[in-house]
């Protein structure tokens, strides 16, 4: 009876807290500098740990990374491999630049440029190459910069693939390839953070929508992935989510939300709709991964005059937060004192 009770518990909570997502892998073919030996041994482990879990992903492309180093072969046999996985793969330009920071022009030819490859593995396999990921997420610093660019993709057959969940891999896997023999305790760490992400997340869309939307989460071909997936994704599950196509998160209508965020810091797209519709969620809780290098907390007291008092303020100094503050992006946490 204790068993079925437990058992009927565990099967509530999940269908309350059920969450999906689609799992989005930027610069194919490896996020870091290998040889194209190693960056094909770090695709096949995040492959296969997908497949084991019968999880649909996507495989955002560099395709200037495949000309690097004379392996432009054995570095195309890498996204092949994802097109023969069933896995489709997207368009992150060739070179990797800052939208704001490039001439409209080279940008878009840097867009068309990095599609000659992956475009004729997903056509021979009868797929189609439809989406495309900003780098750095930069989707614009102006209206007008976006407005142009989108313009561009629209009439390229792009659709735009937003991200709501980062969970920060890349940090992580900056540490694992300075501190190699602390690799179980980073990647225990990254687990943490990534739980902590998610929870974090899932309260954010609850605050916006009053409901868990369909998330897409931005991961990396790296080592720290590929030593992690399987943990990764057996985490996702037990929070309660299946895992999904980014055709089948689109469908989601908060994708349609207005984001009015021009800002150069990328940051998720639920990000830019509570800060459209005027912020209901405190972004000063949204958990940085405390073994980050760049990542220092500073606490400072203020003197509130007008209330008498001293209040304490918690000062996040990552590239990132400083870059968000100093913007008037992250409000800092002042409570009632
Ligand atoms: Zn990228």
Not at 44 to 65: D, H, S
Not at 91 to 97: D, E, I, L, V
Not at 157 to 176: E, H, R, S
Request: include cysteine; proline fraction near 4%; charge should be negative.
């Amino acid at each position: 009876m204790i068993r079925f009770v437990t058992a009927l518990i565990i099967i509530t909570t999940n269908l309350i807290f059920a969450g999906e997502i689609a799992l989005t892998f930027d610069d194919l073919p490896c996020n870091q500098d290998e040889s194209a030996a190693k960056q094909m041994e770090i695709n096949q482990k995040i492959l296969q740990a997908l497949a084991k879990f019968k999880a649909p992903a996507i495989g955002f492309v560099n395709e200037g990374k495949l000309y690097k180093d004379d392996e432009e072969i054995a570095k195309s046999a890498i996204l092949k491999l994802w097109v023969d996985h069933k896995q489709p793969l997207g368009n992150h330009t060739y070179s990797h630049q800052f939208l704001s920071g490039t001439d409209a022009k080279d940008f878009q030819n840097d867009v068309i440029k990095g599609a000659a490859v992956s475009k004729k593995l997903m056509s021979d396999a009868g797929l189609k190459h439809q989406y495309f990921r900003h780098p750095y997420l930069d989707t614009g610093t102006t209206p007008e910069i976006r407005k142009d660019f989108e313009t561009f993709l629209k009439q390229e057959g792009y659709i735009v693939a937003p991200v709501t969940v980062d969970t920060d891999d890349w940090k992580f896997n900056q540490q694992l390839l300075e501190n190699p023999h602390n690799k179980d305790k980073i990647i225990a760490k990254y687990l943490e953070h990534t739980r902590a992400k998610f929870d974090f997340y899932k309260g954010a869309s609850f605050k916006i929508f009053g409901r868990n939307i369909k998330h897409i989460w931005l991961l990396h071909t790296n080592l720290i992935n590929a030593y992690a997936m399987d943990d990764l994704l057996k985490l996702a599950k037990e929070l309660g989510y299946e895992f999904i196509t980014l055709d089948y998160a689109l469908e989601d209508k908060a994708y349609a939300e207005p984001d009015n965020y021009y800002a150069p810091f990328g940051v998720s797209w639920l990000y830019r709709w509570d800060f459209t519709r005027g912020k209901v969620v405190d972004w000063s809780k949204d958990p940085e991964p405390d073994n980050n290098p760049f990542i220092g907390t500073k606490s400072l007291t203020f003197t509130d005059k007008s209330r008498n008092c001293s209040i304490p303020v918690e000062l996040y100094v990552s590239g990132e937060s400083k870059g968000k503050a100093e913007t008037g992006i992250v409000k800092l946490p002042v409570g009632d004192y």
